[in-house]
C-alpha cells in the first residue's frame, strides 16, 4: 500500500451540522472522508463499499443500531481502529463502548488537536493488534500518520444565497455578504468584519475569498479586500468604509479600478 496516501476515515454522525463539521477539519488536516452515514445501516454500506482505514463514531446514533450496536457490524466485516464520539460519559455508556475495544472516546464538543492525536494513535497502536493465526482477517497495515500534512487552511463556511454560516464558539452564526464592509489578514488568520461583528478565522485572505465568491469583495492590498458596494470615498492611495481608512495598493489598483464603470 502506497504510504503517501492520506488515511481514509468513515465518519457515522446522525447530526448533519457536526457531520460536516467532522469532515471540514478532518480534510483540512490532510486525512481522507470516504463517506459519512447519519444511521448504522448507511455506515455499513459505505463500509463495505469504500476502503477506510479507520471509523469515527457517535455513540448516540439514531435508527435501528446504536453507534456500538453499529461498530459491532462493520467489525463482522474487518477490524480497524474505532474512535468514538459521544457527550455522555456515564460509566454504563463507556462500559458498552469498551465491549468493542475502541481506540479511543472523545467526549464533545471536541478539539481538533484531540482528534488528530487520537487519530495518529489509534493508527499507530493497530498495527500491532494482529490475532495470532488471524491474519488474513485484518487489512493491510495502516499507512503511517507521519505521512499526513496538515493543511493550513481549516474553517468551515457555509453558504446559502446571500448568507453565509460561519463557525463561532461551536455554532454557526449567519452574516449578509452585503452586511461585510472588507476583510483584513494577518499572517494565518483572516478577520471579516460587518458595522458591528468581527469575525476571525484561519483562513488565508486568498482561500477566504475564492469560498465567498462574491464578486462585490475586491483585494486593494495585500492585507485588505473590501466590498465594492460599501466604499464611500477613495483615491489614488486610500479607500474609505465607514470610518475606516484602508491602503490601496499599487499592485491592486488596476483591478480595482476595473470593476467601475467609466462614463
Known amino acids: 500500500m502506497n504510504s503517501s496516501l492520506p488515511v481514509s476515515i468513515l465518519i457515522v454522525e446522525d447530526e448533519a451540522i457536526l457531520a460536516m463539521d467532522l469532515c471540514a477539519r478532518l480534510e483540512a488536516e490532510g486525512y481522507q472522508v470516504t463517506g459519512t452515514a447519519a444511521t448504522g445501516r448507511q455506515a455499513l454500506h459505505l463500509y463495505q463499499q469504500h476502503q477506510t482505514d479507520i471509523v469515527i463514531c457517535d455513540i448516540n446514533l439514531s435508527g435501528d443500531w446504536n453507534g456500538v450496536e453499529t461498530v459491532q457490524q462493520l467489525l463482522a466485516v474487518k477490524p480497524l481502529p474505532i474512535i468514538y464520539l459521544s457527550a455522555l460519559t456515564d460509566r454504563e455508556t463507556v462500559e458498552m463502548a469498551k465491549s468493542t475495544k475502541p481506540a479511543a472516546y472523545l467526549t464533545k464538543p471536541i478539539t481538533t488537536d484531540c482528534l488528530r492525536i487520537a487519530i495518529e494513535i489509534a493508527m499507530s497502536n493497530f498495527a500491532y493488534l494482529v490475532p495470532p493465526g488471524n491474519e488474513q482477517a485484518v487489512p493491510p497495515k495502516p499507512r503511517p500518520a507521519i505521512s499526513i500534512a ?110 467601475f464603470r467609466f462614463r
Open 150 to 259: 496538515p493543511a493550513k487552511d481549516s474553517e468551515m463556511i457555509l453558504q446559502v444565497g446571500d448568507h453565509i454560516f460561519i463557525k463561532q464558539n461551536y455554532q454557526f452564526v449567519r452574516v449578509r455578504q452585503s452586511d461585510v464592509l472588507y476583510v483584513e489578514a494577518d499572517d494565518k488568520y483572516t478577520t471579516l468584519v460587518t458595522s458591528d461583528r468581527k469575525f476571525v478565522l484561519r483562513l488565508s485572505m486568498g482561500v477566504l475569498l475564492q469560498r465567498l465568491s462574491d464578486q462585490a469583495l475586491v483585494r486593494v492590498h495585500r492585507s485588505y479586500a473590501v466590498n465594492l458596494t460599501q466604499i464611500e470615498s477613495f483615491n489614488d492611495y486610500e479607500v474609505q468604509i465607514k470610518s475606516q481608512v484602508l491602503p490601496l495598493g499599487r499592485a491592486y489598483k488596476e483591478e480595482f479600478l476595473q470593476h
